[in-house]
């Protein structure tokens, strides 16, 4: 993959029509993706070598995002508070320039905001998936 701007990762949010719209959430300045799985050990005493004993593809994956930056417009604020309280689920996107879109329920776990006197308000937000993700390459 060759280098990509940062400016172009984005999590857009589902409007749960059909077909689903998505819209970008915010202006983002920071984020991350970060891709999880966890491994099965079934490493026993009866093992005779130092190397562990794992199951693949048998433990839980999940993915969160986190990012930060200014809401440009009041629904964008609006739609990402709602869910925080509400507790919803969404459809959300990310897309990750040069490599694919992730797409499928994410749940909004953190929300905060912060803002220096000479600067604009910021958000910093975490989602974390809640179902299946699908992966479409770039």
């Not at 077909?19 to 920071?30: I, S």
Request: net charge negative; aromatic share 10%; hydrophobic share 40%.
């Amino acid at each position: 993959m060759a280098a990509q701007k940062g400016r172009s990762f984005l999590a857009k949010r589902g409007d749960a029509a059909s077909p689903e719209v998505f819209t970008t959430v915010g202006a983002f300045r920071t984020n991350t993706l970060t891709i999880n799985k966890e491994t099965v050990d079934v490493t026993t005493k009866d093992d005779t070598d130092l190397w562990r004993a794992r199951i693949a593809n048998a433990g839980l994956r999940d993915m969160r995002l986190s990012g930060g930056g200014v809401f440009k417009n009041s629904t964008q604020e609006k739609n990402v508070r709602s869910d925080i309280f509400g507790s919803i689920l969404h459809n959300y996107q990310m897309v990750v320039p040069g490599l694919g879109t992730f797409e499928g329920p994410f749940d909004i776990t953190n929300l905060e905001y912060s803002g220096d006197h000479d600067d604009a308000v910021m958000f910093q937000c975490t989602w974390e998936s809640a179902g299946t993700i699908a992966f479409t390459a770039a």
